[in-house]
């Protein structure tokens, strides 16, 4: 059985972001999407901060995205 590594809270919604600003040429109106769909994710998951984890934060299961303790 292969191990899957978990998605990322709302990491699609902000790669979609990240990717549509590097776009030449750039759509603003495209991009204005992309921040609100984030803007929602964010809200309804609760996220407090985004974060890159480092190759050795990696192993030791830290997430790009963080809630707040339940």
């Given at each position: 059985?292969?191990?899957?590594?978990?998605?990322p809270?709302?990491?699609?919604?902000?790669?979609?972001?990240?990717?549509c600003?590097?776009?030449?040429?750039?759509?603003?109106?495209?991009?204005?999407?992309?921040?609100q769909?984030?803007?929602?994710?964010?809200?309804?998951?609760?996220?407090?901060?985004?974060?890159?984890?480092?190759?050795?934060?990696?192993?030791?299961?830290?997430?790009?995205?963080?809630?707040?303790?339940?």
């Amino acid at each position: 059985m292969e191990k899957q590594n978990p998605q990322p809270v709302c990491g699609q919604e902000a790669l979609l972001l990240l990717n549509c600003v590097t776009e030449s040429p750039y759509d603003s109106e495209k991009c204005i999407r992309f921040l609100q769909s984030l803007r929602e994710c964010v809200l309804s998951k609760k996220v407090n901060k985004f974060v890159i984890p480092s190759q050795e934060h990696a192993s030791e299961g830290a997430g790009p995205a963080t809630k707040p303790p339940s």
